[in-house]
């Protein structure tokens, strides 16, 4: 693994430290590359009002638009007892939404430390997003 995508792999293991996880247990970080080279972080955070939580990815996106930034070049998402852990449906629509086909999602495989790429497109095929609205 080159130094660019650790450095992005150890953001994303800090969020989940920081996670918010008493019900599942199940602690998320998601870790994203801006084009500017910014790394903006999210981590789960769960609420007893079940489906009230916000995922890691959700995290991210929002303080990466809070900061003004609004393009993923990429992504890493950890679960930190999750072989890998792959974005929920609804979280590959919203890092879609900031997305285009150079961006790529990285999540580590745990038992071999090995990180695995696939593309937004390969991990949500036929999207329906911005440019079906005319918007993009």
């Keep these: ?76 998402i950890v679960g930190l007892k999750s072989n890998p852990c792959y974005p929920c449906g609804a979280c590959r629509q919203r890092i879609f939404e900031f997305s285009d086909a150079a961006t790529r999602v990285h999540v580590r495989d745990g038992a071999t430390g090995e990180a695995v790429t696939h593309s937004i497109d390969a991990l949500l095929p036929h999207a329906f997003g911005p440019r079906d609205l005319g918007i993009d």
């Design 1 to 76: 693994m080159d130094a660019s995508l650790k450095a992005l792999f150890d953001a994303a293991d800090r969020a989940a430290q920081k996670a918010y996880a008493p019900y599942s247990n199940f602690s998320v970080g998601a870790a994203i590359r801006t084009p500017s080279a910014h790394i903006i972080t999210g981590c789960n955070v769960e609420n007893a009002a079940y489906p009230a939580g916000t995922c890691a990815e959700a995290g991210a996106i929002a303080a990466m638009v809070a900061q003004g930034e609004t393009k993923i070049s990429e992504i890493a």
